[in-house]
C-alpha cells in the first residue's frame, strides 16, 4: 500500500493539532460589557484567530483612533451608534470593504454607503408607555409627544446620550430642522423629567413617575426578561409615517489595519446567520440578517416598520442635532 | 614660631545690596587660645564665625587654618574638608539619632571599638554619662547643650567654634554652664573661636577679646587691658559699666563739670575729649549746692545705682557698695576718683 | 587645593535647571490645550453664546458658591465645636469628621442618585407611606448637587479650620473674654482662623471646578458638562478645548481669591493650653445638639454611602453579579497608583531641593506652575497629553523610520506612561506640599552640622535627610495613589490597551445605571481612601501643619 497518503494525512493531522500562529485581530469597542463576547468566542473558536478587545465609551475611542492615527494597532472598530461609525469614517478612520458577503447580510439602509462600515445588530429607538396608565391609541407618532396632553407626564433621557442626538439627527433628514425644532419645544413645553439612564426612565415609567417616554429597545427587552410582567411596553412609532427610528451596532475595519483580512472575516462571521442569533440575542437587539430570528421578547413585541433614512444620515446631522436641543432648551 | 591657627585678613562678607556685615576685618588666633567675638546683635560677629567655617563664602579677603588658605578669590574648600567643630546656637541635634549616635556622626574612617571608645570618653567629659541611648527631644535643654558640644569635640578637629552656645538656656542654668563649658574647652586644649553678646560669658571664658561693631572689630585684647583702656566709646559702652563726661584739654590737664584732672599718658592729642566715668569711681553727698540732681535709685545689690543728672544735661551713674542718703530729687554733690583716666576723642557730631 | 567653588555653583544649576524641565512637563499639557485658542471657532462659540453660555457660567458660579457656603459653613462650624468646646463623642468625632474625604464625588453622587431619585427606596417608601404625590428630597436638582458635593467637600474646610483655631490654643480667647468680648468666634477665632479656611475653600473649590462624574450623574450642567458635549456631541475638539480655558480662567479667579483671603498671614505654632478650655462649658442641651450635628453630618456624608455600597455589595454577590475582573481592576489600580507616586515623589523632591538649594525667589516660581495642575480638570490634561504624546509618536516614528526604515508604531500614546504623565501633571503638587513641608521641618543648621563634621553632601543626604524625610515621603506616596485611584475622567481618555482602574469601571457602570455592579469597585476606592484620612489625622494630631500653606 502507499504511505505516502498516510503521512500527508498525518502531517495534516499534525498540523491541524499544532498551535495557531499567532492570528489576532484588534477590536476597539464601544459596546459595555454584556452581550459581545459569547458571538466573538464562537469567532475565535471556528477560526483560531484570538480576538484583542479594547472597551470604551464612544468618545474615547474616537479620539484614541484619531490620536493613534496611522501607529494606531486597532484592526476593527466596534460602536453601538452610527453616528460615531459615520464620524469615524468622515475623518478617515474606517477603510472601504468590499464583500460580497457583508453587501447580503446587512440590507442597504443598515450600512454605509461607501461601504466603510456595517450594521451587526439593530435597535430601535421608540416611545415606551405605562401599560397601567396609557392605552395604545393615544400613541402616535415621535411628533405626538409634544402634544399638551403629555404635559407632566413625558420622561426623557438627557440629549446628552447619543441615542437621542441620532433620533433628532434622523428626524431631521426626515422632516427638515424647523420641523424637528418645533417637536423638541413641543417636547420641552410639556415639562419632561430629564433622566440619566433608560434604565432608569424605564423604571420611572414603572414607578409613577411619568407616563411614557423613549428608550431604546433591548433595555425594556432586559427589564422583561428579568422582571415579567414589568408594566411598560413599547409602542412602535412613526408607523405609516417614517418609520420607527432604529440605529445600529456596527463595525468598520479601520483604515491601518494591520490584520485587514482577519478583520473581514470578523465581520462577515458577525453578520452570518450562525453569529447574528448569539450576537442579538444576547443583548436583545434585532439582527440585521434578515435570516436570523431575534430573541422571543422580541418576537412577541411583534414586526414593525424600520425608518428607512439611512442610518448614515444620523451622523451627518449629529452636530446640527446637538444645536438644535440646545436652542430648543432641552437638556 | 608656631603657625596661628585661625587668621582672617581682610575679610569682606556683604549680603544683599545693604551695608557689609562683615568688612575688612583681619584676626590673628593663636593655637590653644580661646576667643571670643563679642558685641550686641547685628555686629557681623556670627557671619565671621559662618565664614570661618565654610558656611558662606567672603567676598573680599583671605582665611586661614592653620597656615592653610581655606578660602579667597580662588580658592573655597568646603565645611566637611575644613576640620572645624562648631556648637549651634540651637544645637542642631539630630533628632533621629541617639546621644550616641550625634556624639560619634562625625567620627569617620574610625573602628567600631574605637568609636565607641572615644564616643564613651567624650561623654563621659561632658557629664553625660548614662544618657547615651536617649534622643534630643527626652533631653533637657542644658543636657542638648552639652550634646552638642561634645559632639564637635569628638572628632578632635584642632578648631571648635561656638555660635552663642549659652544664649538658649535659662539664665539660672547659665552660670553653671558656663564654667562647665569652660573647663571642657580648656581641657580640650584645642583652638576656641566662640562668639556672644553676654559679656560675662567673654569676660570669663576668653583669654582674647574681640569687640565688634558695624561688622568692624573695635578692639582685641585680654579681658582686663579692654575693660581697663577702652579704645573707643563704643568698647567702653560695652564693656564697662560707665557714663561718659565731655571734658575739654589743655595741656596735661582736662576740666569737666564735675572738676578737673591730670590727662595722663597716652591721651588724644585733640582737646574735645570724652571722660570715662565708671560708675564705682563716683561718690555723691547731699549737697543744697551741688551740680546734680538725683533722677532715680535703682536696687542693685548690695547697694544702689543712683542716677544723677548734672547741669549740662548729662547724666551720671553712681554705684556703691552702701547706699549714699539720698533721695530722688535732691540737689548733691558729684565727686570722681578715678583709678586711671581714659580719654576717648569725641568724634561725635551731635 | 582644587577650586571647589565652582563646581558647587554648577551643582546649583544643574538643580535648578531641573526643576524648570519639571514645570515645564508639567505646564506642557496645559499649554497645549490653550495653543487650541489661536483656532478661531467663532461658530461654535456664537452658538454657545446664544443657547447655553450663560446657563454655563451662571451654573457654575452658582454652584462654586453654593459649595462654597454651605462646604465653608459646615466646615468651619464643625471645626469650631470641635476646638473649642466639649460635648459628648468629641474626641471620636474630631478624627471622624475627616472621613468623608476618602469617599469620591462620583461615588457618593450616584449613591445618592440610587437612594433618593424617584425610582428609589426612599421615595418609593415615602409614597407607599403618604401616597403618590408625598414629596421625597430629590437630589437631582441645584440643592442636591450643592448638598452632595459639600458633603464630600467639606473636610478640606474643616481639616485647615480645626488645625487653624488648635494652633491659635486657649490664650487668645481668654484674652478676648476677659475684655469682655461675648462672641470670640467672631471677633477672634474665625479673623485668626481666617487664612487656614480660604486655603481649605480653594481647596475645596477646586475639587467642585474639576469634577466631571458627579455634576453628570446629577444632570446638572457646568463648564465641564459643555465641554464633553461639544468634545463628543458636536466632534468639536478644538472648540472644547477653548471651553477648558474658560473653566481654567474660573480656576485661576478662585486662586487669587484664595491668594487674597489668606493676607499675608502664615501658619504659627503656638503651644499652650488648647482652646478647649478656654470657652465656658455648653450646657446640655447645647451640648447634645452639638453631638446631633456631628452625627448627623457624619451620617450623611460617610455612614450612609458607605453603608448602602456596602449593602449593594453584598446583594450583587448574592445575585452573582460582582464584576469578574475585579482583580485585574484592583491590580491596574495598584500598579499605575504606585508608578504615578514613584513618579511624582521624584519630580517633588527636584522641585523641593531645588527651591532649598539654589534659593526660592527664582524657583517659586517652577513651583507654583507645577502647582496649578492640581487646578486643571483631569479632562482638560487629558486632551492635552494625547496631543502631545500622540505629535510625540508620530515625530518618533518619523524619525526611526527614516534612519532605519524601521515602522515604530505607538510608543507613547495609549502606552501606561501617558498616563503617568497625566498623573503627574494634575497630582505633583500635592507630592510637592508634602515633601516640602517636611523638607521645611530640617533646619538648615542640621546641614551646617552635618558638614562641619565632615559629612560630604551625599552623606547628608543618606544620614540625615532621608531618614527624616521617611515620613513626608511616605505620606506623599499615599496621598498620590489614593488619589490616583479616585481619578477618573483623565485615566478614562489615555489609559492603555484593555487596562481599566476601579474608578473608569464604577463610572462605566454607572452610566448604564448598573448601580449594583458597580458597587465593589466603588466600595474598594472608599475603603482605599481611608488610608490618607487616617494618616492625616496622625499628623494633625502631632500637630504638623498638614495641606499646602
Known amino acids: 500500500m502507499n504511505s505516502q497518503p498516510l503521512v500527508l494525512g498525518f502531517l495534516a493531522a499534525l498540523a491541524a493539532a499544532l498551535p495557531v500562529s499567532s492570528q489576532e485581530v484588534n477590536v476597539y469597542s464601544t459596546r459595555s460589557h ?54 469615524a469614517a468622515r475623518e478617515g478612520l474606517l477603510a472601504p470593504v468590499e464583500s460580497e458577503t457583508l453587501a447580503k447580510n446587512v440590507p442597504a439602509h443598515l450600512r454605509d454607503p461607501e461601504n466603510r462600515w456595517f450594521g451587526l445588530a439593530v435597535r430601535a429607538r421608540t416611545i415606551m408607555y405605562s401599560t397601567e396608565r396609557v392605552k395604545p391609541a393615544e400613541l402616535s407618532t415621535y411628533e405626538g409627544l409634544a402634544d399638551p396632553k403629555w404635559k407632566g407626564r413625558l420622561c426623557l433621557r438627557t440629549s446628552n446620550s447619543i441615542y437621542n442626538q441620532s433620533l433628532l439627527a434622523a428626524a431631521i433628514e426626515r422632516m427638515g430642522v424647523p420641523k424637528t425644532e418645533e417637536m423638541v419645544r413641543g417636547w420641552v413645553a410639556n415639562a419632561p423629567t430629564i ?6 426612565l424605564l423604571e420611572a415609567i414603572a414607578a409613577g413617575q411619568c407616563d411614557v417616554g423613549i428608550t431604546n429597545s433591548y433595555y425594556l427587552a432586559r427589564l ?11 409602542f412602535w412609532a412613526n408607523q405609516g409615517k417614517g ?61 414593525f416598520e424600520q425608518e428607512t433614512v439611512g442610518v448614515a444620515a444620523t451622523g451627518k446631522n449629529q452636530a446640527e442635532a446637538v444645536k438644535l436641543a440646545d436652542r430648543a432648551g432641552y437638556r | 614660631m608656631s603657625v596661628p591657627q585661625i587668621v582672617l585678613e581682610s575679610v569682606r562678607k556683604r549680603f544683599g545690596a545693604g551695608a557689609a556685615a562683615v568688612d575688612s576685618l583681619s584676626l590673628s588666633i593663636e593655637p590653644g587660645e580661646t576667643f571670643a567675638l563679642f558685641g550686641p546683635s547685628g555686629c557681623g560677629k556670627t557671619t565671621a564665625l559662618r565664614l570661618i567655617a565654610g558656611f558662606e563664602r567672603p567676598d573680599d579677603g583671605r582665611i586661614r587654618l592653620g597656615g592653610r588658605i581655606v578660602a579667597d578669590g580662588d580658592v573655597d574648600v568646603p565645611p566637611e574638608e575644613r576640620r572645624i567643630g562648631f556648637v549651634f546656637q540651637d544645637y542642631a541635634l539630630f533628632p533621629h539619632l541617639t546621644v550616641e549616635g550625634n556624639v560619634g556622626f562625625g567620627l569617620r574612617g574610625v573602628g567600631s571599638r574605637d568609636k565607641a571608645a572615644r564616643i564613651g570618653e567624650v561623654l563621659g567629659l561632658s557629664r553625660l554619662q548614662g544618657l547615651g541611648h536617649r534622643f534630643p527631644h527626652e533631653l533637657s535643654g542644658g543636657q542638648q547643650q552639652r550634646v552638642a558640644v561634645a559632639r564637635a569635640l569628638a572628632p578632635d578637629f584642632p578648631v571648635v567654634l561656638l555660635d552663642e552656645p549659652l544664649s538658649n538656656l535659662d539664665a539660672s542654668l547659665r552660670g553653671s554652664l558656663r564654667a562647665e563649658l569652660h573647663q571642657i574647652l580648656k581641657a580640650s586644649g584645642k583652638t576656641v573661636l566662640l562668639v556672644t553678646h553676654d559679656r560675662e560669658e567673654a569676660f570669663e571664658m576668653a583669654d582674647r577679646i574681640g569687640v565688634m561693631s558695624g561688622g568692624r572689630l573695635q578692639q582685641v585684647g585680654a579681658p582686663e587691658d579692654l575693660h581697663r583702656r577702652p579704645a573707643t566709646e563704643e568698647v567702653a559702652r560695652l564693656v564697662c559699666d560707665a557714663c561718659f563726661l565731655p571734658a575739654r584739654r589743655s595741656g596735661h590737664s582736662i576740666s569737666t563739670e564735675i572738676g578737673a584732672f591730670p590727662a595722663g599718658a597716652g591721651a588724644p592729642a585733640v582737646e574735645d575729649v570724652i571722660l570715662l566715668v565708671r560708675e564705682d569711681e563716683v561718690s555723691i553727698r547731699r549737697d543744697d549746692s551741688g551740680e546734680g540732681v538725683v533722677e532715680n535709685r535703682v536696687f542693685r545689690g548690695p547697694g544702689h545705682v543712683i542716677h544723677v543728672r548734672l547741669q549740662s544735661g548729662a547724666a551720671i551713674r553712681c554705684r556703691r557698695d552702701e547706699t549714699p542718703d539720698v533721695a530722688v530729687g535732691e540737689r548733691v554733690k558729684v565727686r570722681l576718683e578715678p583709678r586711671v583716666i581714659v580719654l576717648l576723642p569725641r568724634n561725635r557730631g551731635a | 587645593m582644587p577650586a571647589i567653588g565652582k563646581a558647587r555653583r554648577q551643582n546649583l544649576g544643574g538643580f535648578s535647571a531641573a526643576a524648570w524641565l519639571v514645570a515645564v512637563v508639567v505646564a506642557a499639557p496645559v499649554l497645549a490645550v490653550v495653543w487650541n485658542l489661536l483656532t478661531p471657532r467663532w461658530e461654535v462659540w456664537q452658538h454657545l453664546a446664544q443657547t447655553m453660555l450663560f446657563e454655563l457660567v451662571r451654573n457654575t458660579a452658582l454652584l462654586l458658591l453654593g459649595v462654597g457656603l454651605l462646604a465653608g459653613v459646615l466646615g468651619t462650624s464643625l471645626a469650631w465645636l470641635v476646638s473649642a468646646h466639649r460635648f459628648p463623642g468629641r474626641s471620636f468625632f474630631e478624627w471622624a469628621l475627616v472621613l468623608p474625604m476618602a469617599v469620591p464625588a462620583y461615588v457618593i453622587a450616584f449613591v445618592f442618585a440610587g437612594l433618593f431619585g424617584y425610582t428609589g427606596p426612599v421615595a418609593t417608601y415615602l409614597r407607599a407611606a403618604f401616597g403618590p404625590d408625598a414629596f421625597f428630597p430629590d437630589v437631582r436638582t441645584y440643592p442636591g448637587v450643592v448638598v452632595v458635593m459639600s458633603l464630600v467637600l467639606y473636610p478640606y474646610v474643616y481639616l485647615l479650620a480645626r488645625a487653624g483655631f488648635a494652633s491659635l490654643g ?15 468666634f467672631w471677633r477672634v477665632g474665625f479673623p485668626l482662623a481666617r487664612p487656614a479656611i480660604a486655603t481649605g475653600l480653594a481647596l475645596a473649590l477646586m475639587e467642585t471646578l474639576a469634577d466631571f462624574g458627579a455634576v453628570s450623574v446629577l444632570g446638572y450642567r457646568t463648564f465641564t458638562t459643555a465641554i464633553y458635549r461639544v468634545w463628543f456631541g458636536m466632534f468639536d475638539r478644538v472648540a472644547a478645548g477653548q471651553l477648558a480655558v474658560a473653566l481654567m480662567l474660573f480656576a485661576v479667579v478662585l486662586l487669587s481669591f484664595e491668594r487674597w483671603a489668606r493676607g499675608r498671614a502664615r501658619f504659627v505654632q503656638r503651644h499652650g493650653r488648647p482652646a478647649t478650655e478656654a470657652l465656658p462649658p455648653l450646657s446640655s442641651a447645647r451640648a447634645l445638639v452639638a453631638s446631633g450635628f456631628c452625627g448627623g453630618v457624619l451620617f450623611f456624608a460617610f455612614l450612609l454611602p458607605t453603608g448602602v455600597l456596602a449593602y449593594w455589595t453584598a446583594r450583587a454577590a448574592v445575585e452573582q453579579k460582582l464584576p469578574p475582573n475585579f482583580g485585574s481592576l484592583l491590580t491596574n489600580t495598584l500598579a499605575l497608583g504606585a508608578a504615578a507616586a514613584l513618579t511624582t515623589l521624584a519630580a517633588a523632591l527636584v522641585l523641593a531641593y531645588g527651591q532649598r538649594l539654589a534659593g526660592s525667589r527664582s524657583l517659586a516660581w517652577a513651583s507654583r506652575i507645577a502647582g496649578l495642575g492640581y487646578a486643571v480638570p483631569g479632562s482638560v490634561i487629558a486632551v492635552g497629553v494625547l496631543l502631545i504624546l500622540s505629535g510625540a509618536d508620530r515625530a518618533l516614528g518619523r524619525l526611526v523610520e527614516r534612519t532605519t526604515g524601521v515602522e515604530l508604531g505607538l510608543v507613547l500614546t495609549g502606552s501606561a506612561l501617558g498616563l503617568v504623565f497625566a498623573y503627574l501633571v494634575r497630582f505633583v503638587s500635592v507630592a510637592f506640599y508634602t515633601v516640602e513641608a517636611g523638607l521645611e521641618s530640617i533646619a ?13 553632601p551625599r552623606r547628608l543626604l543618606s544620614r540625615i535627610h532621608a531618614p527624616l524625610l521617611k515620613g513626608s515621603v511616605l505620606t506623599a506616596s499615599i496621598l498620590v495613589l489614593v488619589d490616583v485611584m479616585k481619578e477618573m475622567p483623565a485615566t478614562m481618555l489615555i489609559r492603555p490597551f484593555g487596562t481599566d482602574t476601579l474608578a473608569v469601571d464604577v463610572w462605566q457602570r454607572t452610566a448604564e445605571s448598573m448601580w449594583r455592579e458597580a458597587s465593589l469597585p466603588a466600595l474598594t476606592i472608599v475603603l482605599a481612601g481611608l488610608l490618607p484620612v487616617i494618616l492625616l489625622v496622625r499628623l494633625g494630631r502631632r500637630g504638623q501643619s498638614v495641606l499646602p500653606s
Not at chain 1, 195 to 200: V, Y
Not at chain 1, 270 to 295: N, R
Open chain 1, 34 to 87: 454584556y452581550g459581545s463576547e459569547p458571538a466573538f468566542e464562537l469567532f475565535t473558536k471556528k477560526t483560531g484567530i484570538k480576538v484583542n478587545f479594547f472597551m470604551g465609551n464612544n468618545n474615547e475611542v474616537l479620539e484614541r483612533l484619531r490620536a493613534e492615527g496611522k501607529n494606531s494597532p486597532a484592526d476593527v472598530m466596534v460602536t453601538v451608534d452610527a453616528g460615531n461609525l459615520w464620524n
Open chain 1, 195 to 200: 433622566l440619566d439612564g433608560d434604565t432608569t
Open chain 1, 224 to 234: 422583561v426578561s428579568e422582571k415579567p410582567g414589568f408594566p411598560v411596553a413599547p
Open chain 1, 243 to 303: 418609520g420607527t427610528h432604529v440605529n445600529i451596532s456596527g463595525g468598520g475595519v479601520t483604515a491601518h489595519a494591520k490584520n485587514r483580512a482577519n478583520a473581514i472575516r470578523l465581520l462577515e462571521f458577525l453578520t452570518s446567520a450562525e453569529a447574528q442569533a448569539t450576537l442579538a440575542a444576547s443583548s436583545f437587539e434585532y439582527p440585521v440578517s434578515p435570516q436570523a430570528k431575534p430573541h422571543a421578547i422580541l418576537e412577541k413585541w411583534g414586526a
Open chain 3, 170 to 184: 486657649a490664650a487668645p480667647f481668654e484674652a478676648a473674654r476677659s475684655l469682655g468680648s461675648r462672641h470670640p
Open chain 3, 444 to 456: 538648615p543648621s542640621l546641614d551646617e552640622a552635618a558638614r562641619s563634621l565632615g559629612a560630604t
